[in-house]
T-cell receptor, first 113, second 117 residues
Framework: DSGVTQTPKHLITATGQRVTLRCSPR?????VYWYQQSLDQGLQFLIQ???????AKGNILERFSAQQFPDLHSELNLSSLELGDSALYFC????????????FGPGTRLLVL | DAKTTQPNSMESNEEEPVHLPCNHS???????IHWYRQLPSQGPEYVIH???SNVNNRMASLAIAEDRKSSTLILHRATLRDAAVYYC??????????????????FGKGTLLTVNP
């Protein structure tokens, strides 16, 4: 158990819909990262937040957005969903130390029908 | 980010040592070498990391070539639980802490390790 929790575990929805994925980092970790894992693209970094502020952006679509709240949990919002958005979405957290290890949650499996 | 090259797959027998290679010929002098693994149906987990010297921890050992253009992750006695995809990742250091802006991980395709009973 990494200490990172993600909900829901599974999500099935239809094209055009909007969903919210939630992540609670390990206690004390200030950074939250979101990654997407699909069969064709592998594991890809989407976005990072540190103590409530966006710090880095990767291959995140404009239809996707995220935020980190004062209690440090984070939400990833996916809108106007397309079939190709079906993937595993992982959240990871790390502390504030130099070269800190990232701890990954169990992921949310999203299926868009 | 500098690129790493790993074999697509490797096979091992239970309780035998496993050597997982990674080539990173364009590594910069300050890049750290990290290894993560992803067990089936789970999120990635940290295994080990190093800069120049060989490193050991309870999970594995990391052997780094003298020229740093390659490294090898060593599992001393493979178990069935070690069957996973292993990722070799290079990470640039933060010269000055700035809230983790360079901390993202860039995953390649990794090596799928199969462990036979």
């Amino acid at each position: 158990d990494s200490g990172v929790t993600q909900t829901p575990k599974h999500l099935i929805t239809a094209t055009g819909q909007r969903v919210t994925l939630r992540c609670s980092p390990r206690s004390g970790d200030l950074s939250v990262y979101w990654y997407q894992q699909s069969l064709d693209q592998g594991l890809q970094f989407l976005i990072q937040y540190y103590n409530g502020e966006e710090r880095a952006k990767g291959n995140i679509l404009e239809r996707f957005s995220a935020q980190q709240f004062p209690d440090l949990h984070s939400e990833l919002n996916l809108s106007s969903l397309e079939l190709g958005d079906s993937a595993l979405y992982f959240c990871a957290s790390s502390g504030s130390a130099y070269q800190e290890t990232q701890y990954f949650g169990p992921g949310t499996r999203l299926l868009v029908l | 980010d500098a690129k790493t090259t790993q074999p697509n797959s490797m096979e091992s027998n239970e309780e035998e040592p496993v050597h997982l290679p990674c080539n990173h010929s364009t590594i910069s002098g300050t890049d750290y070498i990290h290894w993560y693994r992803q067990l089936p149906s789970q999120g990635p987990e940290y295994v080990i990391h190093g800069l120049t010297s060989n490193v050991n921890n309870r999970m594995a050992s990391l052997a780094i070539a003298e020229d740093r253009k390659s490294s090898t992750l060593i599992l001393h006695r493979a178990t069935l639980r070690d069957a996973a995809v292993y990722y070799c990742i290079l990470r640039a250091p933060q010269l000055k802490y700035s809230g983790g802006s360079n901390y993202k991980l860039t995953f390649g395709k990794g090596t799928l390790l199969t462990v036979n009973p």
